[in-house]
T-cell receptor, first 113, second 112 residues
Framework: GESVGLHLPTLSVQEGDNSIINCAYS??????FIWYKQESGKGPQFIID?????DKRQGQRVTVLLNKTVKHLSLQIAATQPGDSAVYFC????????????FGPGTRLSVLP | DGGITQSPKYLFRKEGQNVTLSCEQN?????MYWYRQDPGQGLRLIYY???????QKGDIAEGYSVSREKKESFPLTVTSAQKNPTAFYLC???????????FGQGTRLTVV
């Protein structure tokens, strides 16, 4: 069936290194993709999104890459900081509204001192 | 401050009881959503509402009910018909012209 998922459930990186969190999707008709960050016991926070007609989008210390050929999405975090420790979700949106979001299970990022 | 507020943060329910989770937003968003989050799983949509006095079932609506009498409020009732209600519940809202959904801080419901 169609799904959005993550290759790795956990990722540990050294403080100051770059982090790469991956996501696979299977529905080539999705309009855009979103990355959320969720800290323990809190609601998800929007990080960055990318439309299906783009390959790359940059934000502050974050870059999202979209490879439609292999249906792969990645989130790169530059100079990872302790405050980046959280669970990161990718979501695939198949329509204009949130009822069409399909969320992956998440990757837990741990930043080591 | 503008935002979306869920209450309570923690909620305990006895078997057979109905409980209502509150979700309020002052962002003037038309669309509101309820999700359920279980360990190791992605968010699953329970109910959504795109406009006042209208709401639709999501993927896992059985055992839940909602109302949308005001634009700002979208309460979720977990009924006794929900067989496994222990979970983290997230409410979100969205402006129709935006790709971003704003989430509340969640309510952790535990059946005792």
């Amino acid at each position: 069936g169609e799904s959005v998922g993550l290759h790795l459930p956990t990722l540990s990186v050294q403080e100051g290194d770059n982090s790469i969190i991956n996501c696979a999707y299977s529905n080539s008709a999705s309009d855009y993709f979103i990355w959320y960050k969720q800290e323990s016991g809190k609601g998800p926070q929007f990080i960055i999104d990318i439309r299906s007609n783009m390959d790359k989008r940059q934000g502050q210390r974050v870059t999202v890459l979209l490879n439609k050929t292999v249906k792969h999405l990645s989130l790169q975090i530059a100079a990872t900081q302790p405050g980046d420790s959280a669970v990161y979700f990718c979501a695939e949106n198949r329509g204009a509204y949130g009822q069409n979001f399909v969320f992956g299970p998440g990757t837990r990022l741990s930043v080591l001192p | 401050d503008g935002g979306i507020t869920q209450s309570p943060k923690y909620l305990f329910r006895k078997e057979g009881q109905n409980v209502t989770l509150s979700c309020e937003q002052n962002l003037n968003h038309d669309a509101m959503y309820w999700y359920r989050q279980d360990p190791g799983q992605g968010l699953r949509l329970i109910y959504y509402s795109q406009i006042v006095n209208d709401f639709q079932k999501g993927d896992i609506a059985e055992g839940y009910s909602v109302s949308r009498e005001k634009k700002e409020s979208f309460p979720l009732t977990v009924t006794s018909a929900q067989k496994n209600p222990t979970a983290f519940y997230l409410c979100a809202s969205q402006w129709g012209g935006s790709t971003e959904a704003f989430f509340g801080q969640g309510t952790r419901l535990t059946v005792v």
